[in-house]
């Protein structure tokens, strides 16, 4: 295996840790340690677990002042999508986190949807390794420069809603009708499917959706679907 350099990463990033083997457990999967049972580092789970709730916390305190007029539902549902495994996994790719896994072979070979998730669970290590190695504040600023920006782009698409209530709700009181939801297609292989699925209004299709699950597909034909019927 070839060694990684984890300078590059603390370059990419900008912080320099005091304990480098904080970041090298950051990256370190549960599968590469099945492989290789004399490297000294753990894997990254406890670290995650810090990371995430450091990133909880100062995406809270984010939201809670740059949005004063939101109630707390609003608040909670905006930083669901914020801090999800989709956001945070492409939050990852953008500073080539992917470079320096540390995985089995077989985790190596999967760039599917469970890749994402590593990805995702990786970034949140991360943040743990940053929190312990170098503090809050560090941490903070690493969450504030990669992971809030992506809020704007959430609030303007509306990202954060439950689309599939909110076209419930507005079929039901408009045109008092329930939606329903059928699959059209399945693409790809087991371990990346992509869905695409039609919202129907009684026998009419209004949208087409699509995602990596039937739920994301489903969200995303209520999404047109609101659009569609001007009830956004």
Not at 44 to 69: C, I, Q, S
Not at 105 to 110: N, T
Not at 177 to 201: A, C, R
Request: proline content about 2%.
């Amino acid at each position: 295996m070839k060694e990684k350099d984890f300078n590059e990463f603390e370059e990419k990033i900008g912080i320099k840790f005091n304990d480098q083997n904080f970041l090298k457990q950051a990256f370190t999967h549960r599968s590469f340690l099945n492989e290789n049972k004399n490297f000294k580092s753990g894997h990254n789970e406890r670290l995650e677990f810090l990371g995430d709730a450091v990133l909880e916390l100062v995406t809270t305190d984010f939201l809670y002042t740059k949005y004063p007029e939101k109630n707390e539902g609003d608040l909670t549902s905006i930083r669901s999508a914020l801090v999800n495994a989709q956001t945070c996994a492409e939050v990852a790719a953008e500073i080539k986190v992917n470079d320096f896994l540390l995985l089995s072979r077989g985790e190596a070979k999967d760039e599917g949807r469970a890749r994402q998730y590593i990805l995702a669970n990786a970034l949140e290590a991360i943040i743990g390794s940053i929190y312990i190695d170098s503090g809050y504040e560090k941490a903070r600023d690493f969450i504030l420069k990669y992971i809030t920006p992506k809020t704007e782009q959430i609030v303007a698409e509306e990202l954060w809603v439950d689309a599939k209530s909110k076209f419930q709700e507005k079929a039901q009181d408009i045109e008092s009708i329930t939606p329903s939801y059928q699959t059209i297609k399945e693409t790809g292989p087991d371990h990346d499917k992509k869905f695409t699925v039609g919202v129907f209004l009684g026998g009419q299709m209004v949208a087409e959706g699509e995602g990596e699950s039937k739920q994301d597909a489903e969200q995303d034909a209520a999404r047109k679907a609101l659009k569609e019927r001007g009830w956004s």
